[in-house]
C-alpha cells in the first residue's frame, strides 16, 4: 500500500495545473454548499426568531370565527371576556406576558397618493413585553400617553415618500362598517429583520384605535411571550401544549402555537434548501466529471507504465487501486480545501453577516428575512460534504481505473 | 546444465478482422540456465511475440511454455501475475521507468511488489544492484535527471534485483549510441557471468550479436538457426 500510496500521489501532482482545477472545483463547489447551508440554517433560525419576536409571538389566540374569516380582519368577531383568558394564560407557568392586539384593514395615504394597509392597534407599554418591535424603531415606539401617533415600516414609508414628523391619512371601516379617517404623526420607523413589517406594518395605540374605529374595548386577538427556550423542539412543545390547554377551556378560540406557525415556516425552508440541494447536485456532478475526466487523462498519458507494473506482477485490481487511490486523493484534498473554503465563509456569514440590504436594495426577494443574515456553523453538514467529496471522486474514478485494470499487458507495452 | 525454459511447438496466431496473422508458427527451443542468448530476425518475424509469451505476457495459441519443468498453459491471469512476480525479469528499449520514483524506488519496485523482504533488506539489496550496475551515488535521482545510458542501467537493476529465473530484454541497446550500448551490453554479460542469470535478448545489433553466447534467429515465426558459441 506505501508504494502504492506513493505512486498514486506523485502523480496526481505529476500534472500540477490539471489537479489544481480538478481541487479547485470541487472546494468551489463544496464550500459554497458549506456556506449555502449555513446561511440556510442562519435563515431558519432568524425567521422562526422572527415569529416569537417580530409578528406571531409563542401563542396567538383569537375567535374559531375570527380565525375563519381572517383574511378580511373582521372587527366583528372580537374576544369576549379578554380580562378572564389573560388570568388564565398567566397563570400557566411558562407564560411571562400576554397583550392585547387587534388588526384592521384600511388605507395609508400622504395627502396625494393612498397605499391599503394592514394596520395593527397595540398597546404600549404592554406589546413591548411580548415582542420586540420597538428594539428596531428609529425615532419612536408608541407612547402610553401619546396621541395620534403612528410607527410604520420604513419601505412603506419610502413608498409614500412621508418620515419622522410627517402627517399621514388612516383611512378605515369602523366595527359599525361607517368609514373614517383621521390624521397621524409619524413617530418611529420599523427596519427589522421582518421584511414584512418593513412593508407593509402600521402601528397605532389601542387608545386611538377605540375612539378611530369605535371598538368599544373590542379586542381581536391576544399575543403571549413565553418563556424563552434553547431548543426550538422544546419552544414549539411548550406552545403548542399551552394552545391545546387553552382550546379545552375555552371552546370556541383559536390559539395558534409557535409550534403551528415554526412547522409550516420550516416546511417552506425545506423546500427552498431542496432546490439549493439540486444547485450542489450539479455542481459535484461537474466535479465529478472534472475528476473522471483527470483519472482518464492520467490513465492514458500512462499506459507504457501501467504495462510495465503488470508485467512486473501488479494484479489488474492492483492497478485498479491504483487510479482508485488517486482519485480518492483528489477526493480527500478537495474535500479538505472545499471544507476550509467553507469553513472560511461561514466564519464571514457568522461573523460579518450578509448585508441583505445593500446586496439586494429594494429588491424583495421573498425571503423571510432583512437587514443582515448571519449564518450559523453545521458540523455535521461540513462532514457530509466531506464525505460526498470523497464518494463523488471514488465514483468518478471507478471506470477509469476499470479501464486501466482491462488494459492487455502487451498492448499498455507497445504503446507510443 | 539444467534446462529452464522450454518451448514446445509453441503457435500464436493473432485475428485482425478476417485475416489470421501467424506470429509464431511452431517454436520449439530449450534455454539452459546462466544462458546468455540473443534472439534475431527481421521486423515483424516474431521476436517480440516469443519474448511476451516467454515473459507469460501472453498465452499461446498452441503448443506449452514450462519453466523449471512446470507448464505455464493452465495459469490464470492472477496466477500468471504471481509467477512473473516472482520469476521473471524485463528490460524495455524504452526503459520504461517510473517516472515519479527516484531511482532507488525503481530498483526497489520489484521487491516491494513482491512483499517478502523487509523494508530494511529491500534497500540493501537495492543499492547493492544500484553499485553493481555503476551508479552508486545516484539513487536519489529521478530518472529524468538520467542520461539513456543511465537509464538503461537502471532497468537492468530493476531486472536484477529480485534474482529472477530469467530476464526478457526486448532491443535494450536500440535507443542507445554503440559506445553506450557495448556499456549496456558488457554490464548484462557481466552479470551473467558473475550471477549467473539466465539473459534472453532480441536484438538487431550486430555488435550486441558478437557478446551473445547463443543466438537464436527467428524468421516467419518459426526458429531458422540456433547458434552456441
Not at chain 1, 119 to 148: H, N, Y
Not at chain 2, 163 to 188: F, G, K, Q
Request: hydrophobic share 45%; with cysteine.
Amino acid at each position: 500500500m506505501g508504494t502504492l500510496f506513493k505512486i498514486a500521489w506523485r502523480n496526481v501532482w505529476r500534472h500540477g495545473k490539471r489537479t489544481a482545477l480538478t481541487i479547485v472545483t470541487m472546494a468551489f463547489g463544496l464550500g459554497l454548499f458549506i456556506g449555502m447551508d449555513s446561511m440556510l440554517k442562519g435563515m431558519d433560525r432568524s425567521g422562526l426568531d422572527n415569529i416569537v419576536a417580530l409578528t406571531d409571538s409563542s401563542l396567538r389566540v383569537s375567535t374559531a370565527a375570527y380565525e375563519e374569516e381572517r383574511r378580511s380582519y373582521p372587527l366583528a368577531h372580537g374576544l369576549q371576556d379578554a380580562e378572564r383568558l389573560e388570568a388564565f394564560l398567566l397563570s400557566r407557568p411558562r407564560v411571562q406576558a400576554v397583550a392585547r392586539r387587534t388588526r384592521f384593514v384600511g388605507s395609508l395615504s400622504n395627502g396625494v397618493d393612498a397605499l391599503p394597509v394592514l394596520a395593527v392597534a397595540a398597546e404600549p407599554g404592554r406589546d413591548e413585553r411580548v415582542l420586540s418591535i420597538p428594539d428596531f424603531v428609529e425615532g419612536s415606539w408608541l407612547k402610553a400617553g401619546g396621541e395620534r401617533e403612528l410607527v410604520l415600516g420604513f419601505r412603506l414609508a419610502a413608498d409614500l415618500g412621508v418620515g419622522l414628523g410627517d402627517w399621514v391619512t388612516l383611512a378605515a371601516r369602523t366595527k359599525y362598517d361607517a368609514q373614517n379617517a383621521d390624521d397621524f404623526k409619524v413617530v418611529g420607523l420599523i427596519n427589522s429583520s421582518e421584511p414584512s413589517l418593513n412593508s407593509s406594518g402600521v402601528f397605532i395605540s389601542m387608545r386611538d384605535a377605540d375612539g378611530f374605529l369605535d371598538l368599544e374595548g373590542l379586542t381581536t386577538e391576544l399575543i403571549v411571550a413565553m418563556e424563552r427556550r434553547v431548543n426550538l423542539k422544546d419552544a414549539m412543545a411548550d406552545s403548542d401544549a399551552l394552545a391545546a390547554e387553552l382550546e379545552a377551556a375555552f371552546p370556541g378560540l383559536d390559539a395558534r402555537s409557535f409550534g403551528d406557525v415554526g412547522r409550516e415556516f420550516l416546511e417552506l425552508a425545506k423546500a427552498k434548501s431542496k432546490s439549493i440541494g439540486l444547485i450542489i447536485g450539479i455542481m459535484m456532478l461537474i466535479a465529478g466529471v472534472g475528476i473522471a475526466n483527470t483519472v482518464l487523462m492520467s490513465v492514458y498519458s500512462r499506459i507504457r507504465e501501467i504495462g510495465v507494473l503488470r508485467a512486473f506482477g501488479f494484479k489488474p485490481r492492483e492497478i485498479s487501486r491504483l487510479f482508485l487511490l488517486e482519485g480518492g486523493i483528489l477526493g480527500v484534498v478537495g474535500s479538505a480545501a472545499g471544507v476550509a473554503f467553507g469553513v472560511a465563509l461561514d466564519a464571514y456569514f457568522i461573523y460579518v453577516g450578509f448585508p441583505m440590504e445593500s446586496m439586494m436594495g429594494e429588491i424583495d426577494m421573498g425571503l423571510p428575512i432583512w437587514g443582515n443574515l448571519y449564518g450559523e456553523w453545521n458540523p455535521q453538514q461540513m462532514a457530509v460534504a466531506a464525505v460526498v467529496g470523497v464518494a463523488v471522486a471514488l465514483l468518478a474514478s471507478r471506470a477509469p481505473a476499470k479501464r486501466a485494470a482491462r488494459m492487455e499487458v502487451t498492448n499498455a507495452l507497445r504503446f507510443v | 546444465m539444467a534446462a529452464i525454459l522450454e518451448l514446445k511447438q509453441v503457435t500464436k496466431i493473432y485475428r485482425k478482422g478476417d485475416n489470421e496473422v501467424r506470429a509464431l508458427a511452431g517454436v520449439d527451443l530449450c534455454i539452459e540456465r546462466g544462458e546468455f542468448t540473443a534472439i534475431m530476425g527481421p521486423s515483424g518475424s516474431g521476436k517480440t511475440t516469443f519474448l511476451n509469451i516467454v515473459g507469460c505476457l501472453d498465452s499461446p495459441s498452441a503448443g506449452t511454455v514450462s519453466y523449471d519443468g512446470r507448464s505455464l498453459g493452465a495459469m490464470k491471469e492472477d496466477e500468471l501475475s504471481e509467477y512473473r512476480k516472482r520469476h521473471i525479469s524485463f528490460i524495455f528499449q524504452s526503459y520504461n521507468l517510473i517516472p515519479v520514483l527516484t531511482v532507488r524506488e525503481n530498483v526497489e519496485l520489484p521487491l516491494v511488489i513482491e512483499r517478502r523482504m523487509a523494508k530494511d533488506e529491500i534497500r540493501a539489496r537495492a543499492d547493492e544492484v544500484i553499485a553493481a550496475v555503476g551508479l552508486k551515488g545516484l539513487g536519489e535521482r529521478y530518472p529524468r535527471e538520467l542520461s539513456g545510458g543511465q537509464e538503461q542501467r537502471v532497468a537492468i537493476a530493476r531486472a536484477l534485483v529480485k534474482d529472477p529465473y530469467i530476464v526478457l530484454a526486448d532491443e535494450p541497446t536500440a535507443n542507445l549510441d554503440s559506445h553506450t550500448a557495448e556499456e549496456i551490453v558488457d554490464i548484462m554479460r557481466e552479470i551473467n557471468r558473475a550471477k549467473g542469470a539466465t539473459f534472453i535478448f532480441s536484438t538487431h545489433d550486430p555488435l550486441v550479436k558478437t557478446h551473445a553466447r547463443r543466438v537464436v534467429t527467428i524468421r516467419d515465426g518459426l526458429v531458422h538457426a540456433d547458434e552456441r558459441k
